[in-house]
């Protein structure tokens, strides 16, 4: 029987991830442990691991604290860049969230399918598309590093049971016809 304790990780749309931020009081961040340690990431830079508080420590190396201004051009690089807002809760108290790692498919093991995204919630939203006003143009098929959204026959297909629920499909969407709607 799989457990109803929230996982270590969850992802969330990027919206979600400013509101965690704009309530916040300070600020921390590291090099991503996963960049460090894995092939290394094309996709963006390595100090993107943000803290809350300074009990964690980092998960790479370089843990010291930055300002709001600091925060604010890490989401911008995780916009720019398409990274996905993967925030990370207090071990002892999974109803707290304690900072917010910001990944793409390059290192991360969630989302390259190396531990099946065991140790990561899906985030409250799921993505819809209007099948009538897609142009089945495949922008969002490169930026799902779940594999949930896939042309098949030069039309797009998705798969429920994959989508995280990230947001990055409806932020590059040029026929804005993909929603981030609550997950049942």
Same mark, same amino acid.
Not at 22 to 32: G, I, R, Y
Not at 115 to 133: N, S, V
């Given at each position: 029987?799989e457990?109803?304790?929230p996982?270590?990780?969850?992802?969330?749309?990027?919206?979600?991830?400013?509101e965690?931020?704009a309530?916040?009081?300070?600020?921390?961040?590291?090099?991503?442990?996963?960049?460090?340690k894995?092939?290394?990431?094309?996709?963006?830079?390595?100090?993107?691991?943000?803290?809350?508080?300074?009990?964690?420590?980092?998960?790479?190396?370089?843990?010291?604290?930055?300002d709001?201004?600091?925060?604010?051009g890490l989401v911008?690089?995780?916009e720019?860049?398409?990274?996905?807002?993967?925030?990370f809760?207090?071990?002892?108290?999974?109803?707290?969230?304690?900072?917010?790692?910001?990944?793409?498919?390059?290192c991360?093991?969630? /989302?390259?399918?190396?531990?099946?995204?065991?140790?990561?919630?899906?985030?409250?939203?799921?993505a819809?598309?209007?099948?009538?006003?897609?142009?089945? /143009?495949?922008? /969002?098929?490169?930026?799902c590093y779940?594999?949930?959204?896939?042309?098949?026959?030069?039309?797009?297909?998705?798969?429920?049971?994959?989508?995280?629920?990230?947001?990055?499909?409806?932020?590059?969407?040029?026929e804005?016809?993909?929603?981030?709607?609550?997950?049942?």
């Amino acid at each position: 029987m799989e457990s109803d304790k929230p996982k270590f990780h969850y992802v969330a749309t990027r919206k979600e991830g400013e509101e965690l931020i704009a309530h916040a009081e300070k600020f921390w961040v590291s090099n991503c442990g996963c960049r460090e340690k894995g092939p290394g990431c094309q996709r963006s830079r390595l100090d993107l691991c943000l803290f809350f508080d300074p009990q964690m420590g980092g998960t790479g190396s370089d843990f010291h604290g930055v300002d709001r201004e600091f925060v604010a051009g890490l989401v911008k690089e995780a916009e720019d860049k398409h990274l996905i807002v993967r925030p990370f809760r207090y071990d002892e108290d999974r109803t707290r969230t304690q900072g917010i790692c910001f990944c793409c498919d390059d290192c991360c093991h969630y /989302c390259r399918g190396e531990e099946e995204q065991a140790d990561c919630d899906k985030g409250k939203f799921i993505a819809r598309t209007d099948g009538e006003a897609c142009a089945s /143009c495949g922008t /969002c098929v490169d930026v799902c590093y779940f594999g949930a959204r896939a042309l098949a026959s030069d039309e797009l297909a998705f798969e429920d049971e994959k989508c995280y629920g990230c947001g990055l499909c409806a932020d590059v969407c040029t026929e804005d016809c993909i929603r981030m709607v609550e997950r049942l």
